[in-house]
C-alpha cells in the first residue's frame, strides 16, 4: 500500500506538473496536425501523444522521480509502458470519437486513462529501485 507522506506527496505534485506540460505539447501538436490538416483526428492523436511521450521521460526522470543513475532498462522499460499506454490512448480515443465525434471529449478521457497507466508504471515498475538525488522538497 502506497503511504501518503510528504515525499509521496511531492512527487505526485510533480507529476502533475510534468504531466499538464506533456499533455500541453499533446494537445498542440494534436490542433495543430488537426487545423493545418497534416492528419486526421485519429493519427494526429497518435503523433501528439509521441512527441508528449519523449517529453514525459526525460522529465520523469529526471524532475518527478529524481533519478540519478541512468541504467538501459529504463528507457526500454518506460518504452514498453508507454507503447502500452499509447495503445490504450488511441483505442479509448477513437472509440469515444467513433461514439461521439467529439474531439475535445475523446482528447480527454483517452488522457486521463492513460495518465493513471503511466504513473502507476513509473512508479512501481520503472523507478520502483531508484536512487534519489539529494533535494529539498
Known amino acids: 500500500m502506497l503511504k501518503i507522506n510528504k515525499k509521496n506527496f511531492f512527487e505526485a505534485y510533480?507529476?502533475?506538473?510534468v504531466g499538464l506540460f506533456t499533455v500541453t505539447i499533446d494537445f498542440i501538436f494534436y490542433y495543430i496536425f488537426i487545423f493545418f490538416d497534416i492528419f486526421e483526428p485519429n493519427n494526429a492523436k497518435?503523433?501528439?501523444f509521441i512527441l508528449g511521450a519523449i517529453f514525459a521521460f526525460f522529465a520523469n526522470r529526471s524532475y518527478?522521480?529524481?533519478v540519478s543513475t541512468k541504467k538501459i532498462t529504463q528507457p526500454i522499460l518506460f518504452s514498453?509502458?508507454?507503447?502500452t499506454s499509447f495503445i490504450l490512448n488511441?483505442?479509448?480515443h477513437?472509440?469515444?470519437y467513433l461514439l461521439t465525434n467529439i474531439t475535445l471529449f475523446s482528447f480527454f478521457i483517452a488522457t486521463c486513462v492513460s495518465t493513471v497507466a503511466n504513473y502507476s508504471g513509473q512508479k512501481f515498475i520503472i523507478y520502483?529501485?531508484?536512487i534519489d538525488i539529494n533535494?529539498?522538497?
Do not use: A, E, G, P
Open 128 to 130: 520502483k529501485n531508484k
Open 94 to 96: 477513437d472509440y469515444l
Open 14 to 17: 510533480r507529476f502533475i506538473l
Open 90 to 92: 488511441s483505442l479509448i
Open 135 to 137: 533535494r529539498n522538497d
Open 46 to 48: 497518435r503523433m501528439s
Open 80 to 83: 514498453i509502458l508507454y507503447l
Open 64 to 66: 518527478v522521480f529524481r
